[in-house]
């Protein structure tokens, strides 16, 4: 571990903007921002049920995770060509890229917009010719992760699987998302062991609102190698020497945490306590357009409320390569970067 300098709380800020990081944890629907929901909507002749973008935007209030999917859902109905699919993910690389994240590893959910009549080839085609020219244009790399939705049936996974196979080659991983609470991991041990004998790398959310058991099944059933959120595993003390003893990062979404009530607010938050427990906690957005923040508000937010330094600043973009898909030497020279960058700033 590098000892980092001290940094005085009026650089901080500057300090997390400027760091190099990488963003683990993102839905790509999630970071549809409203301006381009209406224009979208114009494009493909379609209605959004909201006046202006003013008006949506104050709909963005949540109770929970299941009030923000509905809204998320409701959003995701303006997208119907690849071309659409292409520029939502490129609006969200430049933002990426403004807040130094060198490399992205973006979810999304084929099954949505099956759902509405779309091909997953047209999700899939958008998504990947934006990450392509990202490297290209912004410099900074991009891989993708299908998100399984969990309120569906395995069946369905499957299904969504098959889809994705003619694209193997676009695609890091797997992941788990939608409703948590009342659909534990179990239900999908078997697609994600196809996913896994396809060479793809296995994520899940788990422990967002739902219990530790989930999180459990999650490294024991599903045998994936991180966990999205997992925000409830300070619960249970052996969970947390088994994350910490594997080693297993956690990309924990803190504004995302806020805005769906998991924690009343970011003075509660425990992301503080992950690092001080030694687990490897990420920083992450999770739906940037929908929470108030991409992922240097998530930094700056956080840290204001919490009085983290910049030695917990230097660890969680550490951590955040050390976790990615990425090779190691990769690794080894984002993480070089940054440490370049603590020696150097003032
Ligand atoms: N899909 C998009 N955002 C999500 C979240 N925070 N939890 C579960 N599923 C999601
Ligand atoms: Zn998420």
């Not at 099954?111 to 900074?140: E, Y």
């Not at 993708?144 to 695609?171: G, T, Y």
């Not at 490294?219 to 020497?241: N, P």
């Not at 930094?299 to 898909?325: D, M, P, R």
């Amino acid at each position: 571990m590098m000892t980092v300098k001290p940094i005085s709380a009026q650089r901080l800020p500057a300090l997390l903007a400027r760091m190099p990081k990488a963003e683990l944890h993102m839905h790509i629907e999630g970071s549809l921002e409203p301006e381009l929901m209406f224009a979208l909507a114009a494009r493909n002749g379609l209605q959004v049920p909201y006046a202006d973008v003013e008006t949506l935007r104050r709909a963005y209030v949540f109770g929970n995770l299941q009030e923000f999917l509905d809204i998320y859902h409701a959003g995701t109905l303006v997208l119907r060509s690849e071309q659409d699919f292409y520029d939502m993910t490129w609006a969200y690389l430049q933002r990426a890229a403004a807040d130094h994240v060198l490399h992205t590893e973006i979810f999304f959910d084929t099954q949505t917009h099956t759902g509405h009549g779309l091909s997953a080839d047209t999700v899939l085609n958008g998504l990947h010719r934006a990450c392509v020219d990202a490297k290209t244009q912004l410099g900074i790399s991009a891989s993708l992760i299908l998100c399984f939705l969990r309120h569906l049936s395995e069946a369905e996974a499957f299904e969504a699987l098959e889809q994705a196979m003619p694209h193997l080659d676009k695609l890091v991983g797997i992941g788990l998302a939608s409703s948590e609470v009342g659909h534990p991991p179990e239900k999908f041990a078997r697609v994600f062991a196809k996913a896994r004998g396809l060479g793809l790398r296995l994520v899940a959310h788990a422990g967002e609102e739902g219990p530790p058991a989930y999180i459990w099944s999650a490294l024991d059933v599903l045998k994936v190698e991180r966990i999205d959120h997992g925000v409830q595993s300070m619960k249970d003390s052996a969970l947390v020497a088994r994350l910490k003893q594997a080693r297993i990062p956690l990309t924990v979404c803190p504004l995302s945490n806020l805005k769906l009530r998991v924690f009343p607010s970011l003075a509660q938050h425990n992301l503080g306590a992950m690092l001080d427990a030694g687990l490897m906690a990420t920083v992450n957005s999770d739906d940037p357009a929908y929470f108030g923040g991409y992922v240097n508000d998530n930094f700056t937010q956080t840290f204001a409320a919490l009085g983290l330094t910049a030695q917990h600043a230097w660890q969680l973009a550490y951590n955040s390569f050390e976790a990615s898909f990425i090779d190691v030497s990769a690794k080894r020279a984002y993480q070089a970067q940054l440490a370049e960058l603590f020696e150097t700033f003032e």
